[in-house]
C-alpha cells in the first residue's frame, strides 16, 4: 500500500511534497522519491529505506543538525511517492516516480497493474526502453504513446487500456500547471487550497495545508490546476462533485480518519485481499504463482506439505491446509512453530515447507523454516515484508500485500494471508491435475469476487455486531465453536477476543464439546459458532442445539440464506454466499468486529493490548 503525493500552485513545492509523505508514513514503505518540474525539466531524487534517505538524497536539511543544505528548488508542480514494494525489488531504480523513454512524463501509482506483462511486451516491441522492474512504469510509456499535447486525454486513454487495482498521477514537462490522476479502487483524494492544489492516496498528506478535500471516484479522472479540478469518467463526460470540508484532528488524521489503527485496518482488507490476488489471477481459468520460482516437477512430485507458523499466522494455515488438501489432494501437517522447532520433525528433500510469518520476524517461525531448510526441505516463506529474515530464509517468498500493519492485533495481514493459501492450494492443485479446468475457472471467479463480499459484509454486519457486544461485553467467558473449515476461524475470533478485551474465550471442535467444554456453558455464557455452508453443517447445527439447551446465548455466523442457522441460534449475523472452502475468509470479519467493539465497549487501547508486541522476535 504505497503513498502517493501531488502539488501545483504558486509555492515552491519540494517541502511540501515531502511533509506529505511524513503524513502517510503510517502506510508503510521501504522506499521513496519526488519529481520536480521546472523550465520543462524534471528532476528526480529516489531513495532506498526512510524518508531521512530521501531528504539526505535531496539535499534537504533535517531540523537542525547542520548539514549542508541545497536551496529550495523554486519549483511550483511535482510528485512524490512512498513504495510497499509489490512487484521489483526494494531499489532506487524501482522507487517513484517513473518516467517515460525522454522523462517528459512522470507518474506515481499506489496498487497493482494486473495486465502489466503484456503491457511491457508490446511497448517494449515498439522500441519503449524500461529502467524499473516495476508494473507501475508501464503506465508512464503508455501515457507517452498516447501523448498528443493533451495530458488528460493521455491519461484516459491510457487508463482505458489497463487493468487492476490502482490509482496515478501523472505530469508532463509541457505542462508546468496540470496534475492528471485516476483512480481504479485504490483511494484518490484532491486537497483545494487558494491558487493550489494537492492530490494525494490519504487527506492526511494535505491536511495541514488545506481541508478542502474532493473525494475521486472510481472509473474517474481528475485534472487539477491551481485553480481547482474537473472530473470526468473513462469516457471522458464531465462529473460534477463538491469537495468536502475536514474536522479531523491530528491524531485522528494520522489514523486517516479512524478513531484506531485497527478499525481502519479492518475497512483495508478490502483492498488488500485484491491486491494480494490481483495479477496472481490473470486470466479466468489460470493461477499464476510464476514469482515462486519453484520448479512445477517440484510441486508435481512433492511427497507432502508441512506449515509451521505462530498465532494468528498459524490460524491462517490452518485455513491453508484444509483448502490444499481440498483441491490439492496433497497432505499438509500443521504445526505451531515453536513446537516444530523442539521437536526434531521428519521432515525432508521432498516435503514443502512454508513459513508463514506477517512481520517475517517471528524468531520461532524462522527457526522451525531454517530447521527444515537444513534437512533438506523446501521452504517457502510466506510474509508481508519484503526484505525480511523470513526472505533470506526461504527458497522462495510469496508476498501477502496487506502494506504496513500497525495494530497489534491482526487483521488485514489475517485476511491476506488466507487469500495467499487460496492462491497457493489453486495453484498446486494446477499443476497436480486434481481439478477440473471448469471448476478451476469457477474457483477463481469466486476467490476474484471475495474482495467486494468482504466489503458488502463490512458494511452489512456492524450493527448486528455492537448489538452482541453491547450485550456481552461484561462477560466472563466467550466460547467458540466451529467445525471443518470453520474451527481455524473460530481459533482466530478467539484469539482477537483474548487479545485485546483480556475475555478469557477459547475455540473448540463443535464435535469435542460432549467430551469435556460443554461443562464451561451456563445462562450468561455467549457462544459464537461459525455455521456457514460446509459438508458438515448438519453436525454444526445438532452442536448448537446442544448448547442452546443449557441456555447459553448462540450467535451464529451464517451463510446468507440459511434459514435453519437462525432457527438454531439465538442471532444469526448473516455473510454473502461464496463455495464454502472460501467462506472463512468472511466469516472472520463479524469475530474481528465483535472483539473490536468489546474492547472498545471496555476502553481498552485496542491497538496496543498489554502485555503484547506487534514482532516477536524473541525466542
Ligand atoms: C496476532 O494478532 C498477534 N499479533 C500474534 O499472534 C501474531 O500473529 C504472531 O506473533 C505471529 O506474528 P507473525 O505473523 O509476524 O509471525
Redesign the pocket.
Known sequence: MCGIVGYVGKRPCRDLLVAGLEKLEYRGYDSAGISLLEDGRIDTVRAVGNLANLRAAAGIEPDGDGAVAVAAPPATIGLAHTRWATHGRVTEENAHPHGDCSDAVHIVLNGIVENHSELRAELSEQGHVFSSETDAEIVAHLIERNYDGDLTEAVRRSFNELRGHYAFAAMHAEQPETLVAARQECPLIVGLGSDEAFIASAIPAFLAETRRALIIENGEIVTVTPEGASITDAAGNPVERDADQVEWDEDTAEKGGYATFMRKEIDEQPDSVAETIADRLPDRDRVDLSELEIVPEFIAGMRRIVIV?????YHAGLVGRYAIEQWARVPVEMDIASEYRYRDPVVGEDDLVIG????G??AD?LAAMRLARERGAKVLALTNVMGSQATRDADAVLYTRAGLEIG???TK?FTTQVAAMYLLGLWVAQHRGTIPDERLAELIAELKAIPHKIQETLDSVEDQVKAVARAEHEGRFFLYLGRNIGLPICLEGA?KMK?ISYIPSDAYAAGEMKHGPIALLDESTPVVCVATESPTLEKMLSNMEEVRARGADVIAIATEGSPRVAEASDLAIEIPRTDWVLQPIVAILPLQLLAYHVARMLGLNVDQPRN?A???TVE
Do not use: D, N
Open positions: 507458523a505462530c498465532g494468528t499466522s508463514i510469518t506477517q512481520s520476524e517471528t517461525t497489534v492485533a491482526a495481514t484469539l487479545e503484547l506487534k514482532t516477536v
